[in-house]
């Protein structure tokens, strides 16, 4: 693996999964800057229905692409394959999603570290909604950068430091 891809640790990946306490079954989820795909390979592994990896660099594609080949991965009865991998830019992916009228139960972000990108990706999924009703949001970054308690229609409800990252949960506020 190209050693500026930086995969989210086994001991996060684990951490983020039981923070979200949630049956992946049925669950459609969508890794943005996925480097790897360790988060939406997890997913995978965890039966949910489809996962759309969405990454620009091309050496990270390749990787996604034989990660998912080891877990020999075969269409279900109808020739519906759980993945889809995207090369694209993560912004302009989710302004396409929500053109196309593509929605997710899960959205996990986990965008390259020290250039603000954190709170342009919650900005972005407030602006083009590509969120099903009950979405959880799990957004991984850095420490030092900071994201708002509430944004829009989405509030902060869990946050967990591991080393010198943060994964932030946000839901949908309730009307009342």
């Known amino acids: 693996m190209p050693v500026d891809i930086r995969p989210t640790q086994h001991m996060v ?4 999964f039981d923070l ?10 969508l ?22 990896f969405v990454e620009k660099e091309l050496r990270c594609i390749k990787v996604i692409e034989e990660n998912i080949q080891l877990l020999d991965i075969e269409p279900d009865e109808n020739k519906y394959w759980p993945y889809e991998v995207i090369k694209g830019d993560g912004f302009a992916t989710i302004k396409k999603l929500f053109r196309e009228k593509r929605t997710f139960d899960l959205i996990f ?13 919650l900005k972005t ?33 869990k946050q967990r430091k591991y080393g010198t990252s943060l994964i932030s949960l946000y839901s949908e506020k309730k009307e009342n």
């Open 13 to 16: 990946r684990k951490a983020l």
């Open 20 to 29: 979200l306490g949630q049956d992946m079954v049925n669950v459609e989820f």
């Open 31 to 52: 890794e943005l800057f996925s480097g790897s795909g360790a988060v939406g390979l997890e997913a995978i592994s965890r039966e949910a229905k489809k996962v759309i």
């Open 109 to 121: 972000a986990d965008p390259p570290y020290g250039r603000g990108m954190a709170k342009k990706a």
């Open 125 to 157: 999924l407030e602006a083009y909604d590509i969120l099903r009703p009950n979405c959880i949001l799990a957004i991984q970054h850095e420490v030092k950068e900071t994201l708002p308690e509430t944004h829009g229609r989405f509030f902060l409800f």
